[in-house]
């Protein structure tokens, strides 16, 4: 009879324990998201939704914001910030602004500092999306990156959206996403963005 009784008792224990189990396997579960920070099955591939937007890009060894052993690049916004708004800053010579990847922060900061009214930096820089604040207008590179990958990230039309690249102090780079060329315009062309973000 006690031996029964022991049997009884770790068999009681071993339920538990294997209860105890599952209830954790399930809760770790629950709190995966389709965040794919959160989410080990899904990698980060452009395409893929992430922090806010779309991923537009993965840097390549090198490029500003490159982590061996890591994966980082831009995000874009899911859909364009402005169907049609000026670069601004016409006659304005804003200087050393940068067309490689990397290189919209810095010029997104020199606009929204040296201009006034509104802009297509402005746009990125005032906006507030996925619960993320520090988009930016993309550099000449940066937007090619958009428009190479525009099938994946989605939702672009076919016509001219700005860079944050100025070319003159009356006009700046431009790149069209039904041919993909890029050139530059006058600064009060009226032009889509797509505001971008790194992760």
């Not at 009784?5 to 770790?28: A, M, P, Q």
Request: net charge negative; glycine share 12%.
């Amino acid at each position: 009879m006690e031996k029964a009784k022991i049997l009884f008792f770790y068999s009681l224990c071993f339920v538990g324990i294997i209860l105890f189990t599952l209830s954790s396997c399930k809760k770790d579960d629950d709190d995966a998201t389709d965040d794919p920070n959160n989410n080990p099955n899904v990698t980060l591939e452009i395409g893929v939704s992430h922090e806010g937007g779309v991923i537009a890009y993965i840097f390549q060894s090198g490029e500003p914001g490159y982590l061996a052993g890591e994966t980082h690049g831009i995000i874009a916004a899911p859909s364009d910030q402005s169907g049609g708004i000026e670069w601004g800053c016409q006659g304005i010579h804003i200087g050393n602004t940068l067309t490689t990847i990397g290189g919209g922060v810095a010029n997104t900061t020199a606009i929204v500092a040296g201009c006034s009214g509104t802009s297509a930096a402005k746009t990125c820089a005032n906006l507030s999306l996925g619960g993320y604040s520090d988009w930016y207008l993309p550099s000449k590179d940066e937007l090619n990156k958009l428009y190479q990958n525009k099938d994946l990230i989605g939702n672009f039309s076919t016509g001219d959206y700005w860079s944050s690249s100025e070319y003159s102090n009356i006009a700046a780079y431009r790149q069209n996403f039904q041919t993909g060329g890029q050139s530059y315009v006058v600064k009060d062309t009226n032009l889509k963005v797509r505001a971008i973000r790194n992760f």
